[in-house]
């Protein structure tokens, strides 16, 4: 059949997304009706994360983490991935513990981006993404140039972000907000922007943006479906 993916999750949101997207998506891989690998999600409460996140506490972001991937790795996952951009902060952290290898998000968009022919990437997200050096890390590593909003939209899309979308809002007030962000961005040389949030593809897509977007929740789970078929019992 395929290998089983372990996916530790954050937000509901987003990996409610990247879960439907390895389901539904899996069938054209695995050539069969209602075919998708075996998937086991681990999720801690989301205030947890939000705490460490707040008080700049990368180590207890990797702690959580690193527990999600222990209790994956005992229910027989293969491999992990997480639907989230900004703990992947705590990456390297996590991986040199971890029980389990791991796809990592933004290593998954800087490959999709290079495969379109894109040079520049806008950075979008929470703010505590979008100031990190997840992307920014990983895109010159892949040979791309990127750039950040500014400070005042860093906030107001954090805000955006964790006070509505995760919470199951979603309006076209967001959308005009979010484009007048990418516009800026396509200003400032971009031509693609990375949808850094795995919650923000829930609204934006390439009818709507003013750049093309990446959209990093699904080019993750499309990865892992890859991943999981390449692995046979």
Known sequence: MAGHIGIVGCSAEGAALCYRTICTEGADLLGGAHRHPEVSMHTPSLHRYVERLD????????????????????????????????????????????????????DEVALEAKRRGFRKLGITGTHWLVQSEVYPGRLRAHGL?????????????????????????????????????????????????????????????????PLPTLDSTRLLARAALRHAAAIRP
């Open 55 to 106: 008080a700049g506490d990368v180590q207890g972001v990797a702690d959580l983490m690193l527990a999600s991937a222990e209790k994956l790795a005992r229910s027989g996952a293969d491999f992990l991935i997480c639907p989230d951009n900004t703990i992947h902060q705590a990456f390297d952290l996590v991986q040199a513990k971890s029980p389990l290898p791991w796809l990592h998000i933004a």
């Open 145 to 209: 140039d990127f750039a950040r909003p500014t400070e005042e939209e860093r906030i107001a899309v954090g805000r955006l972000i964790m006070d509505e979308l995760v919470c199951g809002i979603q309006t076209q007030a967001q959308v005009d907000y979010l484009a007048g962000v990418i516009a800026g961005l396509k200003a400032r040389g971009c031509d693609a922007v990375v949808l850094g949030c795995t919650e923000l593809p829930l609204i934006l897509h390439d009818g709507n943006s």
